[in-house]
């Protein structure tokens, strides 16, 4: 009688535990369905309009659907509304991970500068021709941005390591740093050429209209690499949220864990810069959706917060298409537009709580 007294509490918080995971589980479930049907309705929406069953139709059975209808589909709708998807993911992975290890709740590639680094390393190679990385010239562009995001993150990785450095401190820094990327980015725009002044002002801007099967499997591949990485870390990481040095307590090399994200971050965040143009706020609104949902335990934020931005950014693909009848509008406009009101109710709720 004795020992099952004593395993009561034992039981009744596995079951707890069981209920909690199938919740988040549910949940996950259920943005995942969200995801599709938005998926569905990016491709059902242009100026041709089709029907949800028609979009369906057509992806599942091609041959029986009639040549106009498949190469809308399949050549022109479908890379777009899959672009949406891949890159959200990869903005909302870099940022939950980049507030992971900062512990800053405004952390973001976005907010921290990392995507205007990228995106000042793209116009370097569209307007001046100039190659960061000389032996792969015909992959300028993303290589530059890679490089340049990947400077940005040590930069702000190796300040954030300084005794004294506060989270204010490391906001204050990404801010400084999004005003010098975009004054060099201003810089080469005024130099260019109408055809290279162009091509700047689509990243300036953030949009899916080019994308490209390519461009799909190349952040995809992206994803495919980063994701399993932090999986791997899903421990870790967790619980470096508990502090350095609780985490250094469980055998956590605190240093190592930090400079092996920031590498992966700059990775998620410089090759869709590379693609789309800059596209805000994603990084910073999906991971703390995700954290409102299932919570800091990494097996459930890390995939919350993927499906979190790739929903979000293909939301806002399909109102793109909405507002104006016949027109697209540029996604990162809209992402903006949605973004600086939550950013500013994250900034009102920090002064009133830690986070």
């Known amino acids: 009688m004795a020992v ?4 009561m509490p034992a039981i009744e918080g596995r079951n707890q535990y069981r209920a909690i995971s199938a919740r988040r589980l549910t949940i996950l479930g259920l943005m995942l369905a969200a995801l599709l049907v938005s ?8 100026p041709a309009r089709y029907t949800l069953n028609e979009v369906v139709s057509t992806i599942l059975w091609p041959s029986s659907a009639g040549d106009q209808l498949r190469v809308v589909i399949w050549d022109i709708r479908m890379p777009v509304a899959l672009m949406a998807v891949t890159v959200g993911a990869c903005l909302s992975l870099a940022g939950a991970q980049m507030q992971t290890i900062l512990a800053n709740p405004l952390a973001s590639p976005f907010t921290l500068g990392i995507s205007a680094a990228a995106g000042f390393g793209a116009a370097l190679g569209l307007v001046a021709g100039v190659a960061i ?30 005794r004294g450095v506060t ?31 162009a ?27 980063c994701v399993p990485l932090f999986a791997r870390n899903a421990w870790a990481l967790t619980a470096l949220r508990l502090g350095d040095d609780k985490a250094a307590s469980f055998g956590v090399n605190v240093k ?15 090759i869709p810069v590379s693609f789309v ?30 499906i979190c931005g790739a929903l979000l950014l293909s939301v806002t693909s399909v109102v793109s298409k909405m507002l104006i009848p016949g027109a697209i509008l540029p996604i990162g406009v809209i992402t903006a537009l949605v973004g600086v009101p ?7 709720t920090n002064r009133r709580r830690a986070w």
Do not use: C
Not at 133 to 162: D, E, H, W
Not at 186 to 192: F, P, T, V
Not at 283 to 304: C, N, S, T
């Open 256 to 270: 190592r864990l930090r400079l092996e994200t920031m590498m992966l971050v700059s990775l998620l965040a410089a």
């Open 342 to 348: 939550f950013f500013f109710s994250l900034i009102f």
């Open 277 to 306: 143009g800059t596209i805000g706020f994603i990084g910073l609104v999906g991971p703390h959706i995700a954290r409102m949902v299932v919570g800091e335990d990494q097996r459930f934020f890390l995939p919350g917060s993927l």
């Open 133 to 162: 990385f000389p032996t792969a010239v015909q992959f300028m562009i993303p290589i530059n941005a890679f490089l340049m995001a990947m400077a940005a993150s040590l930069f702000i990785y190796g300040v954030s390591t300084l």
């Open 39 to 46: 998926v569905a309705a990016d491709m059902a929406l242009g």
């Open 199 to 225: 091509a700047v002002v689509f990243w300036t801007m953030g949009s899916l209209t080019k994308a490209t099967w390519t461009k799909v499997a190349v952040t995809g591949v992206v994803l495919v690499v």
């Open 4 to 7: 099952a007294t004593e395993t």
């Open 167 to 197: 989270v204010e401190t490391i906001v204050l820094l990404g801010i400084a740093l999004v005003f010098t990327f975009n004054a060099l980015l201003s810089l080469l725009e005024y130099l260019a050429s109408e055809q290279a002044l």
